[in-house]
């Protein structure tokens, strides 16, 4: 006799809760089985209707125009990085990673006896299948229009891309399914590696389209000069996606085997919730590694963390097309200066939200008790400013140090300024938090600056923008150098918070 956690009503149970959630979510007054029928019609109607839609438009692209056959791969490899990249991402990062792990529903499935398999299958690999058979779908009538345009042998081949993507896409929900507080770290590694190879591969093949559709005369003397070369293109391509695919399913059958043993499972914690309150060690920046150790174990880190992973792959995938051999983008006349004020503006925009999601955990008004408390135990008050404050700045020079990679890929020029702007901020952040003559401090631990905090802030960081997007030389080093004094000032300010400014708490 099959276990509960075996049979087939954990299945049956899993997927009436979907539809129940569905049904909730669209605030519909319809019977269960009504729904149910509704759907399973939508689902087996999709692929029919998307096949005649696709063939419909391939046949009349392909009668109306007279595309190479360099240019066919390129442009199917690229929409096919494009879509199945975009929906690993999100897979990812968006909250699709806790479908499994950390849902909500956690407990009533542990209470019903459903098997973390079941979920898996249910919310998971449906959705994922049903996507990438809607894309192998498109892919497939794609191939068969433009077969004769291509002219190889090896050309079906080109179907393990789409089938190599959801490989990848089944592995990654498995291994975000099965990622615990033990294994965290070892399957955290290896799947931004993966995620940012398959960027820079849809740069390099974004980079390929683009000079072929950016070169004069392309039919004669872009991509149609040299037909050659789509063969052993070809070859390339289905040789490594049936290698990736081969080595992802392994992972996902891995990942797959240990869902009943490391979701759902009542473990005794590890860890205590709250962070220990000082571990520091008298060091010439003693107080780094504990304001490192309460911004990752914050609530506001995962956001900070989404940032530094969004601002990455857009360096990978603009490097990607770098790498392709087109070098920077090619703007219009005039167009490089309001590409640099626009970088400059969304550095800053970004360094102002980043900059509270920061503090709000580690900053200086959330560790203060922590700061006295290692005052008090005779550390300098100097040395601890000093260690924090380069914490902090680390983190907002290297935001904007990415946001400034990724307008000189555009632009062809480096953005120096920027880290400077970073720099200025931040410290201009910290100068008014520590000005406070109260600083709320909530009970949970964190801080929330007020609107006086807010604009001191932004209006000692105005110079530094202002300098950072001004075109002349002699404009941007003035702000460079105020954003150095905002640095110093700011250590100046935390070293007197820590000595002289009493402390309060919100009840």
């Known amino acids: 006799m099959p276990s509960p956690r075996t049979s087939g009503s954990g299945l049956r149970h899993t997927v009436d809760f979907l539809l129940f959630e569905r049904l909730n979510a669209l605030g519909w007054n319809m019977p269960m089985t009504v729904f149910r029928m509704l759907r399973a019609t939508g689902a087996a109607l999709t692929v029919p209707v ?13 009668g109306t125009a007279e595309l190479p056959g360099p240019l066919l791969v390129g442009g199917f490899l690229l929409a096919n990085l494009y879509a199945g990249g975009v929906y690993l991402l999100r897979e990812a990062f968006s909250r699709r990673r806790h479908s499994v792990n950390g849902s909500p529903n956690e407990h009533f499935f542990r209470a019903l006896d459903i098997s973390a398999r079941d979920v898996f299958m249910v ?20 191939l068969g229009v433009f077969h004769d345009s291509m002219a190889g042998p090896l050309t079906p081949g080109l179907i393990f891309v789409p089938v190599a993507l959801c490989a990848l896409t089944l592995a990654v929900a498995a291994r975000l399914a099965t990622r615990t507080g033990s294994t965290a770290a070892t399957t955290g590694r290896a799947m931004p590696v993966a995620l940012g190879l398959m960027v820079f591969a849809t740069g390099l093949a974004t980079g390929v389209v683009l000079e072929g559709s950016w070169t004069e005369n ?9 037909t050659g070369v789509v063969e052993p293109l070809t070859m390339a391509v289905t040789a490594a996606c049936a290698t990736l695919a081969a080595a992802a399913v392994v992972q996902f059958v891995r990942g797959y085997g240990r869902l009943d043993r490391d979701a759902f499972a009542i473990r005794p914690s590890g860890q205590p919730v709250t962070v220990p ?15 490192h150790r309460h911004f990752t174990s914050g609530r506001t880190y995962p956001m900070v963390k989404r940032a530094y992973a969004a601002l990455t792959m857009v360096v990978l995938l603009l490097a990607g097309v770098h790498a392709s051999g087109n070098g920077p983008l090619p703007l219009p006349t005039g167009a490089e200066h309001p590409v640099t004020r626009t970088a400059v503006s969304l550095g800053f925009v970004l360094m102002l939200g980043c900059v509270e999601l ?12 922590q700061f006295r408390f290692a005052w008090e135990n005779l550390l ?30 555009i632009v062809g020029r480096v953005l120096w300024q920027l880290p400077f702007l970073g720099l200025g901020v931040m410290s201009a952040s910290l100068i008014a938090e520590s000005l406070a003559s109260a600083p709320m401090r909530l009970v949970d631990g964190t801080s929330a600056p007020g609107v006086f905090v807010a604009c001191l802030s932004i209006g000692l960081a105005l110079p530094a923008l202002a300098g950072s997007a001004a075109a002349p030389l002699y404009l941007r080093l003035p702000a460079a150098i105020y ?12 070293g007197r918070r820590i000595r002289t400014l009493p402390l309060r708490s919100a009840t």
Do not use: E, N
Request: charged share 5%; aromatic share 8%.
């Open 277 to 291: 309150a000082m571990a520091f060690r008298p060091a010439r920046l003693p107080m780094v590694a504990v304001v």
């Open 218 to 226: 392309s039919a004669s003397a872009g991509w149609g000069a040299d």
């Open 380 to 409: 300098s008050h100097r040395r601890i400013a000093v260690s924090a404050t380069l914490y902090y700045i680390a983190h907002a020079v290297l935001l904007t140090a990415v946001v400034a990679a990724a307008a000189g890929l």
């Open 483 to 494: 954003s150095v004094c905002l640095f110093g000032g700011a250590i100046t300010c935390i």
């Open 123 to 142: 919310y998971c690999v449906v959705r994922i299948m049903y996507f990438h058979a809607a894309l192998l779908t498109v892919d497939a009538v794609f």
């Open 358 to 369: 920061v503090l709000a955990t580690c900053g200086p008004t959330a560790l203060a008790p």
């Open 50 to 62: 998307l096949l005649a839609c696709t063939l419909l438009g391939a046949r009349l692209l392909h």
